[in-house]
């Protein structure tokens, strides 16, 4: 890329200890590698020595609470509530480097080149 090129990223994120749970439940006979590469804490410090993170979302921290509610019946609605509150949550607080955002399990980023 050329200095100062911009990246748009959308990215899973394995910084969650209940998302690599169920990462080994989904897959325990594939490496992450062999159908995508999540990002860990380790991977964010890579990239802040390549780009400056100008603009970061994570997605699916809190919102993701409410799904299991939608599954039960007579919960739905209930479910649905938790959700957008969480989603609201997520889009407030999971916008830098700190504990809601690395509950996220997906980042949408903007990147440019140091």
Do not use: H
């Not at 996220?104 to 080149?113: A, H, N, S």
């Amino acid at each position: 890329m050329r200095p100062d090129g911009i990246v748009i990223t959308v990215d899973p994120m394995m910084t969650d200890p209940l998302n690599r749970f169920f990462r080994i439940l989904y897959r325990p006979f594939q490496s992450n590698a062999a159908w995508e590469w999540p990002f860990t804490r380790k991977t964010f410090r890579m990239i802040e020595q390549y780009f400056e993170i100008e603009e970061l979302q994570g997605y699916f921290g809190m919102a993701r609470l409410g799904f299991p509610l939608m599954t039960v019946p007579g919960l739905a609605g209930v479910g649905q509530k938790v959700s957008q509150w969480g989603l609201e949550f997520d889009k407030r607080w999971a916008r830098d480097l700190g504990l809601p955002f690395y509950s996220c399990w997906k980042v949408t980023m903007k990147l440019r080149v140091r």
